[in-house]
Nanobody
């Protein structure tokens, strides 16, 4: 069984921080790249960050660069997204996704069910 489960979402004030986790079950972690995506109502899904199988390579969308940090702990089978300096426009459902054959694809094979992040006063 292959499964991705996001956690750590919630309500936070503008300028605050939140740390999301993506727990990966059934995967060989050294074989998969991980991406974080988000989608707000009425908007297209946005690819916000990716990390390679050992974490050597990372990439960020311009909208989050300098504020968000992606990392992974393969021993714990978990990928993290540290989100700082949060803005109301960061409000969305956040998803993690995995793929064994490509890095940072917009069409990754495996997806979690998402966790809600709301940035509001």
């Amino acid at each position: 069984q292959l499964q991705l489960v996001e956690s750590g979402g919630g309500l936070v004030q503008p300028g605050g921080s939140l740390r999301l986790s993506c727990a990966a079950s059934g995967f060989t972690m050294a074989d998969i790249a991980i991406g974080w995506f988000r989608q707000a109502p009425g908007k297209e899904r946005e690819r916000i960050s990716c990390i390679s199988n050992y974490g050597v390579r990372t990439d960020y969308a311009a909208s989050v660069k300098g504020r968000f940090t992606i990392s992974r702990d393969n021993a714990k089978k978990t990928v993290y997204l540290q989100m700082n300096s949060l803005k109301p426009e960061d409000t969305a459902v956040y998803y993690c996704a995995a793929d064994r054959y490509s890095y940072c694809s917009a069409n990754m094979r495996y997806w979690g069910q998402g966790t809600q992040v709301t940035v509001s006063s």
